[in-house]
């Protein structure tokens, strides 16, 4: 028998599991934990765990290893999506609405759990901390995704793309399918922010990336959403 630690929202949670249970016998007992479906849940460990049939051995999951929950009820999403939709119908601004859901998105409960979960590599250099800085030839490097990966961003702007490139695969986006963006400052880990790129009409759409550099912050909005984008 081994002890797992289950990280969700602000909670703890202990699970008595055996080595040869399986990661859907972990997501079962998950969902009677939780109430967040077996469906809907993103279990974090050395990555996502997709595959159901694959046992906690095979997954080497050790006793006292921790495991990151992302995911909501059914109740939360529909409640969310609803108060989305009264604050769209009660203004029509733009802009206002705009700058609520930045505030709205950037403040789930799901985002502490990742950035507790993943840490950033280094220290912004004090020099950079408050500039605004173009985006590099290369890639912005060291940046988390909504799944724990380590990845990188690359803007290639003659094709209008952005590639995020992971230790096993390479994601292309096209610019022009990305209809917002959401950032936050991180004020624990000073000079990194927290960013999501919308790329359809409802919150699943929405691509998160933690501790990205904050001088990259503005090049990537107008590399994005074009230059008049402040």
């Known amino acids: ?17 055996q080595h040869d249970d399986t990661i859907g016998d972990l997501k079962a ?5 939780t109430k967040v479906p077996k469906s809907l849940q993103k279990l974090i460990y050395k990555g996502i765990q997709k595959n159901d049939q694959k046992t ?9 290893s921790k495991v990151l929950l992302i995911g909501n009820p059914p109740t939360e999403i529909a409640s969310t999506n609803q108060q989305l939709v009264d604050r769209d119908v009660e203004d029509h601004s733009s802009w206002k609405v705009n700058k609520e859901k930045n505030s709205y998105y950037c ?22 901390n408050g500039r605004h800085l173009q985006l590099p030839k290369s890639a912005i490097r060291n940046v988390w995704d ?23 695969h390479t994601l292309v986006v096209q610019l022009g399918m990305i209809k917002d963006l959401y950032t936050k400052e991180l004020s624990h880990f000073n000079g990194y922010s927290l960013m999501g790129l919308q790329t359809g009409n409802t919150s699943k759409s929405i691509l998160w990336f933690y501790y990205v550099p904050s001088h990259f912050v503005r090049a990537i909005r107008n590399a994005i959403l074009g230059d008049w984008m402040i």
């Open 1 to 17: 028998m081994i002890t797992l630690i289950l990280k969700y929202k602000k909670q703890s949670h202990v699970l008595k599991m």
């Open 29 to 33: 007992l998950v969902e009677k934990i």
């Open 56 to 64: 906690l051995r095979e997954a080497k999951m050790r006793d006292k």
């Open 107 to 128: 403040s789930l409960d799901e985002h502490q759990n990742i950035l507790n979960y993943c840490k950033p590599t280094r220290e912004i250099p004090h020099s950079r």
């Open 146 to 168: 909504e799944f724990g990966q380590r990845v990188k961003l690359k803007f290639k702007s003659n094709k209008d793309q952005m590639m995020i490139q992971s230790f096993s």
